[in-house]
């Protein structure tokens, strides 16, 4: 199907998605908190508790996350208002069609044909130049429901490769209505961070990959060098400004060289590149939180 074949029957199904999408009811803001739409490796939510004190003494600023990831910090502390970024442009696609009314209606089911037939389909929109597409988005929702510990990954052509994952079941979605209204106040870009609209005042958390090597989750990888670009910038900003990252020599070196404030924490089991689960400590560095 065509990225204008696609169109034509998005828009015939389009009245039926929207009446289902009012028959639900939205849940409370209590279930956004613990619900984020995708299953995310590395996700935060675990620090949570730590960057949400930070935060209440700062929330009349705008939040920003350069590497808003899966959306657990963002989701948990429900901003008014929010700039999210992320180095994964199929993620901002997929935020940015849930802000603009989307449902499931791909085949979505727990079976290893589908999803190498799926993913082939993504790895073609993407080859195509139609990445940006919703289709692409629901596509990318169901390979991150169904692969291996819903990893992100991608070969050097570009093509989603993470292997199907070995699970009891799957749960997915029909809609994500529930995070419409919450995500039509914020903005979603995917941009380096160099070049993102930060405002003198914005209240910054920055969760840059970890300090390892990363090379396969977005094009031109993660490497050193972005770790101390990455740090040399947010330390220059005058708000307030969290960042989370591994707690590796070099690391604490940079953040500690920068004017940070270091904080430890023993972070849960992690998943690794090659989906090894090794326990990580955390640094978690802070500038102008008066």
Known sequence: MTCSHWRCYRALVATQATVRAKERPAPDSSTLRSKPPLKWA???????????????RQQQRRYVEPFCGGLAVALALQPERAL????????????????????????????????????????????????????AAQLFYYLNR????????????????????????????????SYRKLFRRWSFTNQDLAKLPIE???????????????????????????????????????????LSNQATKRIVNLYRGLG??????????????NGNRDPAREVLASRNLG
Do not use: M
């Open 42 to 56: 590395g996700g935060k939510r675990w620090l949570v508790p730590h960057i949400e004190p930070l935060w209440r």
């Open 84 to 135: 999210l970024n992320d180095l994964n442009p199929h993620l901002i696609n997929f935020y940015k069609q849930i802000r603009s009314g989307l449902a499931l209606e791909i085949e979505a089911r727990y079976e290893q044909k589908l999803f190498y037939e799926q993913r082939a389909r993504f790895n073609q929109l993407i080859k195509t130049d139609c990445a940006g597409t919703k289709e």
């Open 146 to 177: 169904t692969c291996f510990n819903g990893l992100c990954r991608f070969n050097r052509s570009g093509e989603f490769n993470v292997p199907f994952g070995q699970y009891k079941t799957v749960n997915y979605a029909t809609d994500f209505h």
């Open 200 to 242: 003198s005042d914005d209240f910054i958390y920055g969760d840059p990959p970890y300090d390892v090597e990363f090379t396969t989750y977005s094009a031109g990888g993660f490497t050193w060098e972005d770790q101390v670009r990455t740090a040399e910038l947010l330390a220059r900003h005058r708000g307030p400004v969290v």
């Open 260 to 273: 940070f404030k270091l904080k430890f924490l023993d972070a849960p089991r992690r998943i690794n590149s």
